[in-house]
């Protein structure tokens, strides 16, 4: 029975060597909630975890499937990606963001995670006293343990009070330092749910050009500002991307969300051709592949994992061209994150809450899109322990610390939220949390 005893509590965060709750990882307050979920006979609601809440689509299985069939999984597949894949993301770029890469700067990755990961390792080599990593904060918490894991130092610039103009000086003081090689962010913002304006995107373009950094740009939820009509291939607005403003960016672009295939692991990291051809000393010693392209194809990407799981590249090419030809609307489709974030908002604003990331740019004129995610806070408590104590009362999110933010609060992901029994469970725990921390 909710809300858990405090000793319950604190020793099953003891059984399971969580020694900090802030700073626990996701998958760790995964396993804490399940674990009191054993007891207590009841389930969590579940806003801790990004898995997709809809199904995958069925054009990948097919196309998974016939390749399976046909015998894929009896061949290695080519470490720089299936020429269908290579041919069928360069088109879905032009397609969806107006941008050309060509294919040769294509290729698949086992989720963007292990894209971030390797394109890490590799930005963290290519010149000499580079070793930085700039996150545009709050962040996915992973990509934050991934440069951390690979020994990297990292810098952190939390957007909050830095939106438009100010954001230039505060990147500016940053690079000026001279440890920068990239900068990472992802848009829509996970957990924020903000969106980089123009103004915004031709400053990150004049500083990575003017500091030699290369612009990390993870769009896991591509299209998903539901404000703005994006998703129809070939036709205005095109979504929004850095690479409409500098050469210099690597894209990430993963299947989990936008075709619900996360099950699968399969992402694209697309570079410009003006980073896949630039050519480095280090690697030219080190790869004995002078170029970046080269070097993080043949030379990361087939150490990490020899390559792409060979059919999902099928499900994953299918996908795309299914996207281009107009036959997966794949934006509209998502655009049931978007209703269950506006009710699950309302559920919140109802007890006491308040969002912490609200707004884009840097006026504060524009109210964030409904989406996959968005922030809270609570009056009086700070992040940490709003999120030990929504814990005790059956729900499960995680920390705006631990996501690279200075402000307190939680990250909610409402993918979860998958049916009325879910929100009504989310009430009433939400009343009964307010009930017992009133807000004066």
């Known amino acids: 029975m909710f809300p858990v005893h405090k000793s319950v509590f604190d020793n099953t965060m003891a059984e399971l060597n969580i020694v ?5 990882t ?19 609601v579940h806003l801790e975890m990004g898995n997709p809440g809809l199904p995958p689509s069925k054009v990948g299985a097919a196309a998974e499937a016939e390749a399976l069939a046909a015998g894929a999984a009896g061949v290695y597949p080519n470490i720089a990606g299936i020429p269908q894949l290579k041919k069928a993301g360069s088109k879905f770029l032009k397609a969806f963001l107006d941008i ?51 020994g990297l130092e990292q810098e952190s610039l939390d957007i909050y009070d830095c939106r438009g103009e100010a954001m230039e000086e505060r990147l500016d003081a940053i ?6 090689s990239a900068i990472i962010y992802s848009n829509p913002n996970n957990p924020a749910w903000t969106n980089l304006t123009d103004e915004e995107f031709r400053i990150l373009a004049r500083v990575a050009e003017k500091h030699d950094v290369i612009i990390m ?35 990430m672009i993963s299947s989990s969300k936008i075709f619900s295939y996360a ?13 896949a051809d630039r050519r480095y ?30 059919s999902a590249q099928y499900a994953y090419a299918a996908m795309l061209e299914a996207a281009v030809d107009g036959k997966i609307d794949f934006v509209d489709e998502c655009r049931e994150y978007g209703r269950r974030a506006g009710r699950a908002k309302e559920l919140f604003l109802a007890n006491g809450f308040h969002l912490v990331y609200a707004h884009d740019g840097a006026d504060n004129s524009q109210p964030i899109s409904d989406g996959f995610f968005f922030t809270v806070g609570y009056p009086g408590m700070t992040g940490d322990k709003l999120q030990e104590e929504l814990l005790r009362y059956g729900v499960a999110a995680i920390s705006l610390p631990s996501t690279g933010s ?26 009964a949390f307010h009930n017992d921390f009133p807000v004066n």
Do not use: W
Not at 27 to 43: C, D, K, M, N, T
Not at 175 to 180: F, I, T
């Open 100 to 150: 050309d890469v060509p294919g040769r700067c294509i290729v698949p990755t086992v989720g963007s995670m292990q894209g971030t990961f390797t394109m890490f390792l590799l930005m963290g080599q290519r010149l000499r006293g580079r070793d930085t990593i700039l996150f545009l904060d709050p962040g996915f918490p992973a990509q934050h343990n991934q440069v951390k894991l690979l």
């Open 217 to 251: 740009e993870d769009l896991a939820y591509l299209g998903m500002d539901f404000r703005k009509r994006f998703g129809v291939p070939y036709t205005e607005p095109f979504v929004p991307t850095i690479a409409k403003y500098t050469d210099r960016y690597v894209l």
């Open 20 to 24: 900090n709750i802030a700073s626990a």
């Open 281 to 310: 000393e280090f690697f030219e010693k080190f790869y004995e592949m002078p170029t970046f392209g080269d070097a993080y194809i043949y030379g990361v990407l087939y150490c990490a994992s020899s390559g792409t799981t060979h």
């Open 26 to 44: 996701i998958r760790q307050i995964v396993a804490l909630a399940g674990r009191l979920e054993e007891p207590l006979g009841e389930s969590f």
């Open 175 to 180: 690079l000026s330092k001279g440890r920068v």
């Open 263 to 275: 099950g699968q692991r399969i992402a694209m990291v697309c570079m410009s051709p003006a980073v």
């Open 406 to 431: 200075r402000q307190q609060g939680l990250r909610v992901c409402v993918s979860m939220l998958s049916d009325e029994k879910q929100f009504e469970m989310l009430e009433r725990r939400l009343k």
